[in-house]
C-alpha cells in the first residue's frame, strides 16, 4: 500500500491546478506514494465584498492551510509565493519554490470595447482591480483613468468585465496562462510600465521546519535562478515593511552571470511614486534589494507609507 502525502490548496480553480502540478512532480519522482489533496477556505476566499485592502493585512489566503499544515493535518501546502507573507509563522519553511511562470500583469479588454492595450483605453476610462500595486502603477502612468475594486476567481472577474461597462481589467498573465486564457488578454503589460507583486507568478510549497522527509521529497523541485529572485523581492518587500495594504512593486531576474533588482512604491491615487534598479552579481541579490530599499527610503518612500497608514486607519 502507498503512503499518503497530503497537500493543503484553496479551492479555486487556478489554486487547485498549481497544486495539482505539485502533485504530480511529486507522484512522478516518487511513485512510491499516493500525493492527495484537501481543500482549505481562507479568509480570502470567505470574504469576497470587500476589497482586500480592507478585511486584513497578512495571509488572507494562507493562514488557515498554515494551520493545518502546523497542526499535522496536511503534510505541505501549496501557494501562489505573493500570497505568502514574508515572515513564516514559526515552525514553517520553504520546502520548494518552483521555476516561474510569466511576471507580468495583463491587460483584457473589455470584449465589446475597441482598445486592446492599457494606452489606449479613452481618457476617463474605467480598469477594475484587486490590487492597490497595480492601481497605484495604473494611476501613475494614466491620472485620467477611474480604478473600481475587482475581486472574485479568475472566470469571475471576467465574467464581471463581460457584465459592466469598464474598459478592461488587469491580471497576473501567469494565471491566465495556466488556464489557457490568454485569448482574453489584450496586452502583457512590460515590466518598464508595471511591476509585478513580490513573487508573482512562482508556485511555493510550504512544509514543518522540522519535516525532514518532506523536504527531501520537495526540494528537489526548487528553481535557484526562481529562489535566488523571490528572496531578493521579499527582503525588498520585507525592509519596506510593505503588505496587501502599501503598493509596493519588485521583480528581480537572473541574467547571465549578473543578477537585476527593480522596484517601485507608490501612493495608492499614484501622484507620488519611487522606483529604482539596481545590478550586481547573482550572490548579491538580497543586499541588492535591501540596498535599493534604503535608497528609495531615503529618497521619500517612508513619507509614502505614513501617508498611506494614514489613509488605511478605516478610511482607505
Not at 99 to 121: G, M, Q, S, T
Not at 206 to 216: F, G, N, P, Q
Request: charged share 30%; net charge negative.
Amino acid at each position: 500500500m502507498n503512503e499518503v502525502f497530503t497537500f493543503g490548496s484553496r479551492g479555486s480553480q487556478l489554486a487547485l491546478w498549481q497544486t495539482e502540478s505539485i502533485r504530480r512532480a511529486v507522484e512522478a519522482q516518487h511513485p512510491e506514494l499516493l500525493a492527495e489533496v484537501i481543500v482549505i477556505r481562507t479568509t480570502g476566499d470567505r470574504v469576497l465584498d470587500s476589497p482586500l485592502s480592507k478585511i486584513g493585512d497578512r495571509g488572507l489566503f494562507t493562514r488557515e492551510i498554515e494551520a493545518a499544515l502546523l497542526s499535522g493535518e496536511i503534510d505541505a501546502a501549496v501557494h501562489s509565493l505573493k500570497d505568502l507573507p514574508t515572515e513564516l509563522p514559526a515552525g514553517l519553511v520553504l520546502g520548494a519554490v518552483t521555476r516561474r511562470e510569466d511576471v507580468r500583469d495583463a491587460f483584457i479588454p473589455h470584449p465589446k470595447k475597441a482598445a486592446r492595450r492599457l494606452a489606449d483605453v479613452p481618457r476617463r476610462g474605467t480598469i477594475a482591480t484587486g490590487s492597490l500595486r497595480r492601481k497605484s502603477q495604473v494611476l501613475h502612468l494614466r491620472p485620467d483613468l477611474t480604478i473600481v475594486d475587482l475581486r472574485g476567481n479568475v472566470n469571475t472577474r471576467l465574467r464581471k468585465l463581460a457584465e459592466s461597462d469598464w474598459d478592461g481589467i488587469i491580471a497576473a498573465h501567469a494565471g491566465l496562462l495556466r488556464l489557457g486564457l490568454t485569448g482574453t488578454v489584450g496586452e502583457v503589460i512590460p515590466t518598464e510600465q508595471i511591476l509585478p507583486a513580490v513573487g508573482q507568478g512562482a508556485i511555493a510549497v510550504e512544509i514543518r521546519e522540522a519535516d525532514e522527509k518532506s523536504m527531501e521529497i520537495l526540494s528537489p523541485l526548487s528553481d535557484s535562478h526562481t529562489m535566488t529572485a523571490v528572496r531578493a523581492e521579499r527582503a525588498f518587500l520585507q525592509r519596506l515593511e510593505g503588505g496587501c495594504q502599501v503598493p509596493i512593486g519588485a521583480y528581480g531576474k537572473v541574467e547571465g552571470e549578473s543578477f537585476i533588482f527593480s522596484g517601485y512604491i507608490g501612493t495608492i491615487d499614484g501622484r507620488k511614486a519611487l522606483s529604482g534598479t539596481r545590478r550586481g552579481g547573482i550572490e548579491e541579490a538580497e543586499m541588492l534589494a535591501v540596498r535599493l530599499a534604503d535608497d528609495l527610503l531615503s529618497d521619500g518612500a517612508d513619507e509614502i507609507l505614513e501617508e498611506i497608514r494614514r489613509g488605511s486607519d478605516g478610511k482607505n
